[in-house]
Structure formats: structure tokens, C-alpha cells
């Protein structure tokens, strides 16, 4: 494990480290030297404060077929890069993004040129965020997109992976430590409703200004996993399900008069990860 690694990169004492995760001096050296194992809760809070990843911390890549029921968050934070900001026809939003984020979405710009043309199809943009959101954009609806280092311009606040993994969480009652402490900050802050469904629900909005939020299930997994995978090959006049309870209720959305969706990455990866 690489607690002290981490730790003496930011600057931290034992003593300073254990007042942060709410234990004793001599618990984060017990750590540190492998005599003490520690437990979910405590590595996510170390993971928290630390500001790594729960791979880098322990040492070990989570499996794809795992991911699913592990209690750990699924969704990559990479180096941070600075903010994404679209103006579309219906308002303007900024996201957090990531330096492979920022090359992706450069790509996919300078690929759009020959895409053009196509009678049966359009191209739409993807892009994933620091703040738990895979986005698929209509580019028939955006008026200027700008990519903004941090270094020029501070980046829209975001979390950490682990706070978005809680927060979906939350109605189980399962959030402690120092995770519980940033998820009740956010629920005083944005309300309940509002702090939970950015990381369980669907937003879809569409371009009359109207938003749609669904809960991510199963079935709108699969719907938004094919979305994802023909990005660039989404057929005109094309019906997306965001929304199933099997057999007694669907609800399907036009592409055509879609702006963007949202989609809580975490829940999404878990979901869609193979059994």
C-alpha cells in the first residue's frame, strides 16, 4: 500500500493525516507498515483526503467483471485540465474535465468534417467529466464550444469519484466517515433530491429548455450504452428509452429534439460492466 507515499506528497504528518480520517496517530502508522488492515469506509476516507484513487492507494486494479458489486467508486479521475463550456440554443453549461477528455473531444471536432453528408445519419459528440457525468451532445443545437485550461480559467468544482459512489448510495444508509461529512455538506447545500440524482438519474434536455430527469436503470443502460457506442452513427429521427419498469412502463425520447443527455458515469459503468 502506498498511504505514506501519498501522504509525504502532500505535505502531511501521521499526526495530521489520522485528525483528517478521525483515528490516532498510531492507527496511520499501523497503516503505513501493513500491521493494521484496513477496512471500506477507512480507504475511501483516505482516498478522500489523499486526493488518489482507490487503485493507487492499495495497489490493485478493480476487475471489470467486479465492478458491478464492488463498494469502491468505478469511474476514472483523470489529470485535471480545466473546463469544457457549451452554449447551445437553450443556455450555456461548463463541466470539469480531464487532459484525455480534452484530446478526445478534439479529436471527435476534427473528425466531424467528414462525417458530414450522411442522409441516414448525424454525428454527436461524447465526452466524460471530473463531476461523474458522460455527456452526448446534439451538435446540431450548439452554438460555440471552448475548452479552458484551469490555468486561465478556474475550473467548475467537482468531487471526488468516492463522494458520487456515496451519494448513489445514500438511501441505503451506508455513508460514513469522512465521505458522509462532503455528501451532507452537498445535500445542506443542493437539497436531497437534487445532491442524489446526479449520481442514479438520466438528464435529458430537450430544445425547448425542458429537463428530464430518470432514474438510471437496467434497461435505459442499455438504451444509453448504445447511444455511447454510435456516437458518431446515431440514425435521424431516432428514439432513445430513458426510462423502463419492464413490462408495465417505457419511456422513449426523439433524438431529433434532443440538446444533450447526462449520464451519472459511476452508476453507468457499474451497470453496463459485464457479469
Not at 62 to 72: A, K, L
Not at 114 to 131: K, V
Request: contains cysteine; proline residues 4%; hydrophobic residues 35%.
Amino acid at each position: 500500500m502506498k498511504l505514506k507515499e501519498f501522504r509525504t506528497r502532500l505535505g502531511l504528518t501521521q499526526k495530521e493525516l489520522a485528525k483528517r480520517v478521525n483515528t490516532t496517530q498510531q492507527t496511520v502508522a499501523r497503516w503505513e507498515i501493513g500491521q493494521t488492515q484496513l477496512n471500506v469506509d477507512q480507504v475511501k476516507d483516505l482516498c478522500l483526503v489523499l486526493q488518489c484513487k482507490v487503485e493507487e492507494l492499495i495497489g490493485w486494479e478493480i476487475p471489470v467483471e467486479e465492478w458491478r458489486e464492488t463498494p469502491f467508486a468505478v469511474s476514472d479521475a483523470g489529470t485535471p485540465y480545466g473546463t469544457l463550456s457549451l452554449k447551445t440554443t437553450v443556455g450555456n453549461r461548463d463541466y470539469p474535465v480531464d487532459e484525455k477528455a480534452r484530446e478526445s473531444f478534439l479529436n471527435q471536432l476534427n473528425s466531424l468534417d467528414n462525417l458530414r453528408g450522411q442522409e441516414t445519419s448525424r454525428p454527436w459528440l461524447y465526452s466524460w467529466t471530473l463531476d461523474n457525468k458522460i455527456l452526448l451532445i446534439n451538435p446540431e443545437y450548439v452554438r460555440r464550444i471552448e475548452l479552458i485550461g484551469d490555468d486561465v480559467e478556474a475550473m467548475p468544482a467537482f468531487h471526488h469519484p468516492e463522494v458520487y459512489r456515496a451519494l448513489d448510495d445514500w438511501i441505503m444508509g451506508r455513508v460514513t466517515g469522512k465521505v458522509r461529512e462532503v455528501c451532507e455538506s452537498l445535500i445542506e447545500e443542493m437539497g436531497e433530491e437534487n445532491a442524489t440524482r446526479i449520481a442514479s438519474d438520466v438528464r435529458v434536455t430537450f430544445d425547448d429548455g425542458e429537463d428530464e430527469w430518470c432514474p438510471l436503470t437496467e434497461g435505459s443502460a442499455s438504451s444509453m450504452f448504445g447511444l455511447e457506442a454510435g456516437t458518431f452513427n446515431v440514425a435521424r429521427c431516432s428514439f432513445a428509452e430513458v426510462e423502463e419498469e419492464g413490462y408495465y412502463s417505457a419511456r422513449y425520447v426523439n433524438l431529433d429534439r434532443v440538446v444533450m443527455i447526462e449520464i451519472p458515469s459511476d452508476r453507468y459503468h457499474r451497470i453496463t460492466a459485464p457479469e
